[in-house]
């Protein structure tokens, strides 16, 4: 029998921490805030897994400037659009582990690229204005990712004014299109054409 991958996981957490450098340990006051940035730190297995994703994935091979361009020119697939926003995100949780200089300087850039594409409406989108918003294409769905990619970046990399207000104003601008008619119902955007009936 082959054990859920939760357990893998959950047994590799414990294994690096059982492994972590003795610390005394304090009862917390505030059980909701996290630690701060860069306070806690694996070692082993885990410690290794994340150095090399950062590595030879955030600050290796990911095409930041090739997924912004998606944003500009359009996308030939669907949902291409929501790559930028997986790996801003992968690498702002990343960053608020590491502190790591190099990457915040690739964040700042990709992120000062994505945010040269914003439209007219206030979209970051794949799509131009007239045809928004693009259910066959998934545009909903990339939208979703600018927005995760964006406020992870604005909370764990840079809390800048101008990531507030593009998340806030590609908020709006969805608001505006989705919702009850006469504005385009959510569940016929992308795939929820296929569960039109819940």
Known sequence: MIPHPSWCLSALLLASLLNAPARPWMRAEDELT?????????????????????????KGVVPYAAFVEFYRTGRKQFALGE?????????????????????????????DDLLSTRRA????????????????G??????????????????????????LKAMTDLADCTLKQI???????????????????V
């Open 83 to 111: 790559m930028w926003g997986k790996a801003v995100r992968s690498g702002a949780m990343f960053y608020r582990y590491t502190q790591d200089p190099e990457l915040k300087t690739i964040l700042n850039a990709t992120v």
């Open 121 to 136: 409406n206030g979209s970051i989108s794949c799509v131009d204005v007239a045809k928004q918003p693009d259910g066959p």
């Open 34 to 58: 996290p630690l701060p940035a860069n306070e806690l730190h694996f070692q082993g297995g885990f410690e290794n897994d994340i150095e090399n994703s950062i590595a030879h994935w955030n």
């Open 138 to 163: 998934g545009e909903l769905w990339e939208r979703k990712y600018v927005l995760l990619g964006l406020e992870e970046y604005y909370e764990q990399v840079d809390r800048d004014p101008r990531v």
């Open 179 to 197: 919702g009850p008619p006469p504005k385009i119902r959510i569940v016929d955007q992308g795939l929820g054409r296929v569960f039109s009936w």
